[in-house]
């Protein structure tokens, strides 16, 4: 074998066992959304009211005008429910959403109100939350979701709901309209 084949697999290793001690520390390998377990929805349900449904709706609706951005040129909570966008996320975009704040994950042109939980709610109790709320989600944005979950970004699927565009939270005014691009 040569010397550049030897280096370069050591350095994959390197990467790789990083990348995997990253997951692990971070609770993303070993918690996952288990919506099948009606004790950690519940608990997920009770963690929601406490601290999700202020902004996005005791029934996860979200707030009035949520695809109008706001005088802060920020847009309002988002439902959570099957006529939002947040079941285009995989659960660990969702988790990270949750965990560090939306302003982490939102382009800074347009910004999040969404602070972070990171120490408020620990990792069981952050995958509680999105339990609650794939819990409410029916069986076809469930399997929708799934394609989030399996390529662990976005949605794939390029027509749901007679839609052909990619999905965004943005329908009136796009960033891309608003020249945010």
Not at 24 to 47: F, N, T, W, Y
Not at 54 to 78: F, I, M
Not at 81 to 109: C, L, Y
Not at 158 to 175: A, D, E, L, R
Request: hydrophobic content about 35%; aromatic content about 10%.
């Amino acid at each position: 074998m040569s010397r550049n084949f030897i280096l370069l697999s050591i350095t994959y290793l390197v990467l790789a066992g990083g990348a995997i001690g990253y997951l692990l520390l971070s609770g993303k390998i070993l918690e996952s959304s288990k919506i099948d377990d009606p004790a950690r929805v519940a608990m997920g349900g009770e963690l929601y009211q406490a601290n999700c449904a202020s902004c996005h709706g005791v029934n996860l609706e979200g707030q009035p005008n949520w695809r109008e951005t706001k005088a802060d040129d920020k847009y309002p909570a988002s439902p959570l429910n099957e006529n939002g966008r947040s079941w285009i996320h995989s659960g660990f975009q969702m988790f990270d959403i949750i965990k560090v704040g939306g302003a982490s994950v939102a382009p800074r042109s347009i910004g999040s109100d969404m602070p972070a939980y990171e120490n408020k709610l620990d990792n069981k109790q952050i995958w509680a939350v999105i339990d609650y709320i794939k819990s409410r989600w029916p069986a076809k944005i469930l399997k929708i979701n799934e394609s989030a979950n399996l390529f662990g970004g976005f949605c794939v699927s390029g027509s749901v709901f007679g839609q052909t565009k990619k999905y965004s939270p943005v329908s009136k005014k796009s960033i891309k309209e608003r020249g945010k691009i």
